[in-house]
């Protein structure tokens, strides 16, 4: 049973590009949270998804946007990168709002 | 003052000792997640409490609704354990809030 997918592990983007993440819930989940986590600082919830659509927001930019398809699986989608950008994206699945996480390994951005 | 405190921040043992994380939060909770995160970024959900004791393995955690405090505690540590623990609380809004964790070092 295959738990959370990110891709890709790492990147590097340049300051002013987009960049897209990918993330695979956990079979049966549908249910799909990102979260930001700058080095040595605790994660930051982003937004959540369920049912194709955005139920909750974090407080991030609007350049910070996501999306959900019809088979639970999430984008994150960053625009104008800034450096402050780069940080450990991830991403965690669930059954519903809250029936215990399970969380992806993450990908690794750095923005220069 | 943070919604979800933590402590210790630090926290190195000798081998077979008992150890205890403590985590107390400011705000109503429907849940609270103890998560282990190893060095790299994977995260594993240990427990999710809403009430009383829950035990697996060498594990135990406990809240205590009424006082908002949690425990995670480990029996028998072990080098393996060496990892920051976290404890983030879920209220009604979905959000996962994150306490800053502790770094847990356990020398043979």
């Known amino acids: 049973d295959a738990g959370v997918t990110q891709s890709p592990t790492h990147l590097i983007k340049t300051r002013g590009q987009q960049v897209t993440l990918r993330c695979s819930p956990k079979s049966g989940h549908d249910t799909v949270s990102w979260y930001q986590q700058a080095l040595g600082q605790g994660p930051q919830f982003i937004f959540q998804y369920y049912e194709e659509e955005e139920r909750q927001r974090g407080n991030f930019p609007d350049r910070f946007s996501g999306h959900q398809f019809p088979n639970y699986s999430s984008e994150l989608n960053v625009n104008a990168l800034l450096l402050g950008d780069s940080a450990l994206y991830l991403c965690a699945s669930s059954y519903g709002p809250s029936y215990g996480y399970t969380f992806g390994s993450g990908t690794r951005l750095t923005v220069v | ?108």
Request: glycine share 10%; hydrophobic share 35%.
């Open chain 2, 1 to 108: 003052k943070n919604e979800v405190e933590q402590s210790p921040q630090n926290l190195t043992a000798q081998e077979g000792e008992f150890i205890t994380i403590n985590c107390s939060y400011s705000v109503g909770i429907s849940a609270l997640h103890w998560l282990q995160q190893h060095p790299g970024g994977g995260i594993v959900s240990l427990f999710m409490l809403s009430s009383g004791k829950k035990k697996h393995g060498r594990l135990i955690a406990t809240i205590n609704i009424q006082e908002k405090h949690s425990s995670l505690h480990i029996t028998a540590s072990h080098p393996r354990d060496s990892a920051v623990y976290i404890c983030a609380v879920e209220g009604s809004n979905y959000q996962l809030i994150w306490g800053a964790g502790t770094k847990l070092i356990i020398k043979p």
